[in-house]
T-cell receptor, first 115, second 112 residues
């Protein structure tokens, strides 16, 4: 049962245009969401995050939007650059007992930005 | 600025062999994690540690063991390698469970 779903395995965008990567989740207890970027032969790199008390977080060309009622978040990259070509993972975090939290990962979306 | 360092980067094992995947971090993070990523799949947590001397199972711990004798090191041991353990293994660390994790570049392991 995939609690964090990235329904598009791949996405192709022209350089300079907007890239929109989507993520859906099923557990209403998730309260913190993260996006990671992964290049081939490297580990994932943290990109941007959002707390459930917010609906938008922006960092340069990257903006994450959260719609709690729809259990949906999206990552917008504007403008897209060829160097953005990578696999993007959505991850959701939920609090466990004590100070521990659990992180659940989506399967990733492979973004190709074409020159 | 090394961050999280994993060795080796690649390894081929025969069925039944054992090996240890090494992971070291220089950020003084308390929390460390081992994940595996199978082709076309997301990351699955194998084991994690909340500090030196404390480890706990993740989603897929069977066939693996870990230890955490120091803050810096978190080795992952495969005792009897099986073909199902062919995967890419990532080690990660974070200062708390609520902060983003920093990943190593992975160990690609093939069991034949």
């Amino acid at each position: 049962d995939q609690q964090v779903k990235q329904n598009s395995p791949s996405l192709s965008v022209q350089e300079g245009r907007i890239s929109i990567l989507n993520c859906d989740y099923t557990n209403s207890m998730f309260d913190y969401f993260l996006w990671y970027k992964k290049y081939p032969a490297e580990g994932p790199t943290f990109l941007i995050s959002i707390s459930s008390i917010k609906d938008k977080n922006e960092d340069g060309r990257f903006t994450v939007f959260l719609n709690k009622s729809a259990k949906h978040l999206s990552l917008h990259i504007v403008p897209s650059q060829p160097g953005d070509s990578a696999v993007y993972f959505c991850a959701a975090s939920v609090s466990l007992s004590g100070n521990n939290r659990k992180l659940i990962w989506g399967l990733g979306t492979s973004l190709a930005v074409n020159p | 600025n090394a961050g999280v360092t994993q060795t080796p980067k690649f390894r081929i094992l025969k069925i039944g062999q054992s090996m240890t995947l090494q992971c070291t971090q220089d950020m003084n993070h308390n929390y460390m994690y081992w994940y595996r990523q199978d082709p076309g799949m997301g990351l699955k947590l194998i084991y994690y540690s909340v500090g030196a001397g404390i480890t706990d199972k993740g989603e897929v711990p069977n066939g693996y063991n870990v230890s955490r004798s120091t803050t810096e090191d978190f080795p992952l041991r495969l005792e009897l390698a099986a073909p199902s353990q062919t995967s890419v293994y990532f080690c990660a660390s974070s200062s708390t469970t609520g902060t983003p994790q920093h990943f190593g570049d992975g160990t690609r392991l093939s069991i034949l």
